[in-house]
């Protein structure tokens, strides 16, 4: 166990008055779930708002809802995406159609898009991974040709803009997380929003028979925000990072979660969200910039977008496996990501079977990414920024659109 200040690899801000008034929630019968779908109908401007226990489960709800409208069974994806989506996807009880990406911005290799979409095709998944926008004007007019929903996966991407409009607001509908990792966090929670009411009603009478998280639960989970609140801090990170029991960082694929209204209680954290999301994004906005120029790529365009990790791009695994030890050995808070592409996932696997998807294949083997949030200090920049110094090859993927300033 190496005590040294040790930089997490993500974290969201969260302080004691946040905690407080948790603790307040858990004892008071307020109706903050309310108040806070209200602020999300006011901010995203959108009428019909849905809070439920985690990203994940938004994504199953809006599946079964969407399922309810169609007979349609496939839901395409990114082959490269966090696990917690084919997860829900196959809590839906749907069928996974992975589509390759183009490695240089994370998006659909719109040539295999057109393919993927077919009469068979319930909805398509536009993923912001990291934050960085997809083009969500190519995919729908992809699937206005049949009559395909687009979802949006902002869970990665809330606050973020694209062409003057909230990310996750511009198509049939979207999400957001709030784990423990995202923008800004209550532990886990996920957000619906849609301004389709044939959707809206649809999610309104699925919504209505959840049960909300017990108070045992909420209990459980405002404990471990609170020590994450202490050992987030780089000062004292070290030591949960050197239990490996507690699995940091590690990915898997959830074969059941729970799917539950967001409580009242849970919902007491989230007071004040628009506040701490705005600064969240501030200050990834500008270190994301600042790491982006002092790896030399001052001719970004991409300036304004609050990258929850900024991803680069290495030559080769060894580069990147090299790079990351010695990040681990400095504790400097550099992440490997999603360990595979989607249909090389052990429980998914068989199901793609001579399938491949190169594209996904590259960033799962050479994606590296950087810390950007509001823990990072200048001398920790430096550091991060002086162990690439070394490296021949670096890319930073670019968005293949333009992308307005974030809120």
């Known amino acids: 166990m190496k005590v040294q200040r040790t930089i997490p690899p993500t974290a969201a801000p969260l302080k004691w008055v946040d905690l407080v008034n948790g603790f307040r929630g858990l004892l008071s019968k307020g109706s903050y779930a309310k108040r806070l779908e209200a602020e999300l109908r006011q901010s995203f401007d959108v009428p019909h708002v849905f809070c439920v226990s985690s990203g994940k489960a938004a994504l199953a709800l809006i599946l079964l809802a969407l399922r309810e409208l169609s007979n349609r069974n496939q839901v395409v994806i990114p082959a490269y995406t966090c696990f917690s989506v084919p997860s829900s996807i196959a809590k839906a009880g749907l069928e996974i159609v992975p589509c390759d990406i183009d490695p240089l911005n994370f998006d659909f290799n719109y040539s295999d898009l057109k393919k993927k979409v077919t009469n068979d095709t319930l909805c398509v998944l536009a993923v912001h991974l990291f934050g960085i926008p997809a083009d969500l004007d190519r995919i729908q007019k992809i699937c206005v040709e049949t009559d395909t929903f687009v979802v949006e996966d902002a869970a990665q991407a809330m606050g973020g803009q694209l062409n003057g409009k909230m990310l996750g607001t511009i198509s049939d509908i979207g999400f957001y997380s709030l784990g423990r990792g995202k923008n800004i966090t209550c532990g886990s929670a996920g957000i619906i929003v849609t301004d389709n009411d044939l959707i809206g009603a649809a999610l309104t009478r699925h919504h209505a028979t959840m049960e909300e998280s017990s108070f045992a639960e909420d209990l459980k989970n405002l404990l471990q925000l609170s020590l994450m609140s202490f050992f987030i801090r780089p000062s004292f990170y070290w030591l949960p990072a050197a239990m490996p029991f507690l699995k940091l960082g590690q990915t898997f694929f959830y ?76 504790g400097l808070g550099l992440s490997l990501m999603y360990p595979t592409a989607v249909n090389e996932i052990e429980e998914l696997k068989t199901a793609f079977s001579g399938q491949v998807f190169p594209g996904a294949k590259k960033v799962a083997e050479t994606l590296l990414t950087f810390p950007t949030h509001h823990l990072l200090t200048d001398a920790d920049k430096k550091a991060i920024c002086d162990l690439l110094t070394s490296t021949a090859s670096i890319e930073i993927p670019q968005v293949a659109i333009s992308a307005s300033e974030p809120v």
């Open 255 to 330: 074969k059941d979660f729970p799917v539950h209204k967001l409580s009242g209680r849970r919902a007491a954290l989230l007071q004040n969200w628009r506040d701490r999301l705005a600064k969240s994004n501030h200050v990834r906005e500008k270190n994301s910039l600042e790491l982006s120029n002092n790896i030399g790529n001052r001719d970004s365009t991409e300036r304004c977008i609050p990258y929850l990790r900024l991803p680069i791009l290495v030559q080769d695994r060894k580069t990147r496996d090299l790079i990351y030890a010695r990040s681990q050995a400095k």
